[in-house]
């Protein structure tokens, strides 16, 4: 079982990377295109976490249907 956790941890750490990697790469981008779409802040500020979450979802959606 001890190598089992050791795949777990690191697919985690990568899946940490990863949406690191997402954030810093296009969260300007996102907030700006929702801002432009509904231009209102509280609206466009919706908009960006919604489109995270669902991305989140998705990862974790195909992560399950992998295991």
Do not use: P
């Amino acid at each position: 079982m001890k190598g089992g956790r050791s795949v777990a941890n690191e697919s985690l750490r990568m899946d940490d990377y990863i949406i690191n990697e997402v954030l810093c790469n296009y969260s300007n981008m996102v907030y700006r295109l929702a801002l432009s779409q509904t231009k209102n802040k509280a609206d466009a500020d919706d908009v960006f976490q919604e489109v995270f979450i669902r991305y989140m979802m998705h990862r974790w959606f195909n992560w399950l249907e992998q295991g």
